[in-house]
């Protein structure tokens, strides 16, 4: 069946440097490819997403590239600051009949060192 | 504008019994899907439902159902509780008719079955 997964459960960067995290998807049917940012105690964030026919996006300080050839997806993160701190979940939209449906990863865990 | 909101934050039932899971929209959309949230992994779609319809389910047994009321706020319920059925329970809102990706979630409710 469909997935999305992570290369990597958590990522340690210092504050300052520019963070990669890196994601796997298997379903090719997906129109979207999604960002989303959890921090503690909080429901998630929609980051930045990208259309399947793409392979670029840039937004404030953070930048998805698309990989179809490899179905890979990853969300860079320039200037990580200690509120970047948190899990970040990757997620595709793909149409289910009439109806669309997110399908989320597990998650990484970004760490920001002092 | 205010945000999605959830009720209750906590609730702690014993197996076999039957919760209700609250969730008000935020103000302008008409979607609301409903996802799992097990402690340390990803979201798992449950259900979503636009102007007070069913329109897709996630795989999930029967005694996961919800409904959508006319003010777009939501419901949802879990009968039969089983001990795997704690975890944190997000509701996310969004505009039908946009591309989805960018769903508006509350702080969840997290549920503990003893």
């Known amino acids: 069946g469909e997935s999305v997964g992570l290369h990597l459960p958590t990522l340690s960067v210092q504050e300052g440097d520019n963070s990669i995290i890196n994601c796997a998807y298997s379903n090719s049917a997906s129109d979207y490819f999604i960002w989303y940012k959890q921090e503690s105690g909080k429901g998630p964030q929609f980051i930045i997403d990208i259309r399947s026919n793409m392979d670029k996006r840039q937004g404030q300080r953070v930048t998805v590239l698309l990989n179809k050839t490899v179905k890979h997806l990853s969300l860079q993160i320039a200037a990580t600051q200690p509120g970047d701190s948190a899990v970040y979940f990757c997620a595709e939209n793909f149409a289910s009949g009439s109806a669309r449906q997110l399908t989320f990863g597990s998650g990484t865990q970004l760490t920001v060192l002092p | ?114």
């Open chain 2, 1 to 114: 504008e205010a945000g999605v909101t959830q009720s209750p934050t906590h609730l702690i039932k014993t197996r076999g019994q039957q919760v209700t899971l609250r969730c008000s929209s935020q103000s302008g959309h008409n979607t609301v899907s409903w996802y799992q949230q097990a402690l340390g992994l990803g979201l798992q779609f449950l259900l979503w439902y636009d102007e007070g319809e069913e329109r897709n389910r996630g795989n999930f047994p029967p005694r996961f159902s919800g409904r959508q009321f006319p003010n777009y706020s939501s419901e949802l319920n879990v009968n039969a509780l089983e001990l795997e059925d704690s975890a944190l329970y997000l509701c996310a809102s969004s505009r039908a008719g946009q591309s989805y990706n960018e769903q508006f979630f509350g702080p969840g409710t997290r549920l503990t079955v003893l």
